[in-house]
């Protein structure tokens, strides 16, 4: 069987930065069970993956465009630090920020006495990233599956909401 839009695939991956740093992988853990076309992966890894086989190994580098976009010099801003009334603010903690373009996770990259600095990009925005995947298993998407948008995992049946 072969990948294509609402199938339902089975992977194994590993993700590395441009420098060979390995930022992710799901060798020697469970595989990823995904409903292939309906974003649950970035789109670079999703195109790749389109046509390919079960039992099919390959590589593929993604550039940010495909992946999680270039990073927003905008979404690097300095708050007051009273906005974190009653917090211990620490550098690398994450925060859920109203914006007026809604709801967006935001990390701490600085404080002082007076300020935070906090950065709404992803944090690999702006990364290249190279995926060695090898593809476990295809199926058709169920019924139920297409339904709810999403794998239930590899058998179909598994379902947590």
């Known amino acids: 069987m072969t990948i294509t839009s609402d199938s339902v695939v089975t992977l194994h991956y590993k993700v590395s930065a441009e420098d060979g740093t390995e930022l992710d992988s799901s060798f020697g853990k469970e595989p990823l069970t995904v409903l292939h076309g309906r974003r649950f992966l970035i789109e670079g890894l999703e195109e ?11 590589s593929v580098s993604v550039e940010p465009e495909k992946a999680y976009g270039h990073r927003v010099d905008a979404l690097v801003q300095r708050v007051p630090k009273t906005m974190f009334e009653g917090m211990e603010v620490e550098v690398g903690m994450s925060f859920r920020a109203t914006t007026q373009q809604g709801e967006q996770s935001v990390v701490v990259i600085e404080t002082t006495e007076e300020d935070v600095v906090v950065d709404g990009n ?26 709810h948008g999403h794998a239930h995992g590899k058998d179909g049946h598994s379902h947590d909401h």
């Open 48 to 58: 790749a993956l389109e046509g390919k086989d079960k039992g099919e190994s390959f």
């Open 122 to 147: 992803h944090p690999l925005a702006g990364v290249p990233l190279t995926f060695e995947v090898e593809v476990v298993d295809i199926r058709d998407a169920t019924a139920e599956e297409l339904e």
